[in-house]
């Protein structure tokens, strides 16, 4: 599923006028770049919810498959957060685990390839969330102060308020069927699905050895074309 339904208001003024999918960055859009990363990973079917501006966003993923069936999860009615999205599409997605993509993170593949990476280390035994995570010391264009901390056999737990965290989360995801049960009334987040796997020691994270980008806002557009621009 690639989630694509946010107002993108860190990125204004340019998604006054369109999604912040269609947001382009050397010269392609945001949506593209995560679509073409994930064709070429041997994904065939993408879920993508729609809200703000959604008929845009639409009519260009008509035009742009990437050799991708592409599933549309319509929430024009309401915006219901990466949760509530989530559990939205639910009936569209055939496969569990699933995997995730926020469409707003771009990312350029190391040795291993990100969904590869989190398809080799998913263990359905132990596991109902693994999270790709990069450093935050490598966190491109990233503002924040980390997410999560990592323990020796990648059992992960939040950072601490006021604190620094190594590790940051990509928007790039699995996340078990079997966790998204007894949803919140309310548009939310995933976080209300992490903390249940945390809580039950069935949150895990895997480190990405490839370049990742954080491309929340205009100036950050700028920076990643001039890193990606360096080879």
């Known amino acids: 599923m690639v989630m694509a339904a946010g107002l993108g208001k860190r990125m204004r003024p340019l998604t006054a006028s369109r999604p912040k999918p269609l947001v382009t960055v ?13 064709a070429a990973s041997g994904i065939e079917r993408a879920v993508v919810n729609v809200h703000y501006l959604a008929g845009s966003l639409e009519a260009h993923l008509q035009r742009h498959k990437h050799g991708l069936e592409i599933v549309i999860s319509d929430e024009r009615a309401k915006l219901l957060e990466t949760g509530g999205g989530l559990m ?4 569209l997605l055939d496969e569990d685990p699933v995997l995730t993509v926020n469409s707003d993170n771009l990312w350029v593949d190391g040795p291993t390839d ?3 990476l989190l398809a080799n280390r998913w263990d359905d035994a ?7 995570l990069v450093p935050l010391a490598r966190a491109n264009c990233h503002s924040g102060k980390g ?10 737990a939040r950072r601490k308020p006021g604190r620094l965290a ?12 079997r966790l998204l049960v007894d ?6 987040s995933t976080n209300v699905f992490w903390n249940r796997a945390i809580a039950a020691s069935r949150a895990f994270g895997v480190v990405y050895q490839g370049l990742w980008f954080d ?9 990643t074309e001039a890193l990606l621009g360096d080879g």
């Open 215 to 223: 491309v929340g806002t205009p100036g950050a557009i700028a920076r």
């Open 126 to 132: 132990e596991m109902d969330a693994l999270l790709l």
């Open 166 to 177: 190594p590790f940051v989360f990509t928007g790039i995801q699995l996340i078990s069927k």
């Open 88 to 91: 939205a599409a639910l009936p």
């Open 26 to 38: 050397s010269g392609k859009a945001l949506i593209d770049h995560a679509l073409a990363r994930l």
């Open 114 to 116: 990100a969904i590869s």
């Open 183 to 188: 949803p919140p009334s309310d548009a939310f």
């Open 147 to 156: 997410d999560f901390h990592m323990d020796a056999i990648g059992q992960i």
